[in-house]
């Protein structure tokens, strides 16, 4: 069984950084596209960015330039480097592993940027 999990969210004050990491179970992620999404208060969930098998990524508008991920298809796991952070990038960061069949999703981390 396949679980996807979240750490290194918390409060930072605004230009600041924080370090997001997932820890996926199971090898069928290693063949997968993995990426980080969002969701704030009272909106639908978004794509932050996703990199692909082949190390192709795709970052939103909002955080191109100041978010970074990276993976390592070995450990089986996808970070995403976060800085100059403001107060709207605050949302809960859901790690998602997207393979052929369905998707995976972690049960999200806490990220708050204060202003």
């Known amino acids: 069984q396949v679980q996807v999990v979240e750490s290194g969210g918390g409060l930072v004050q605004a230009g600041g950084s924080l370090r997001l990491s997932c820890a996926a179970s199971?090898?069928?992620?290693?063949?997968?596209?993995m990426g980080w999404y969002r969701q704030a208060p009272g909106k639908e969930r978004e794509l932050v960015a996703t990199?692909?098998?082949?190390?192709?990524?795709n970052y939103a508008d909002s955080v191109k330039g100041r978010f970074t991920i990276s993976r390592d298809k070995a450990k089986n796991t996808a970070d995403l480097q976060m800085n100059s952070l403001k107060p709207e990038d605050t949302a809960v960061y859901y790690c998602?592993?997207?393979?052929?069949?369905?998707?995976?999703w972690g049960q999200g981390t806490q990220v708050t940027v204060s202003s």
């Open positions: 998602n592993c997207e393979a052929v069949a369905r998707s995976y």
């Open positions: 199971g090898f069928i992620c290693r063949l997968a596209t």
């Open positions: 990199m692909s098998t082949g190390g192709s990524t």
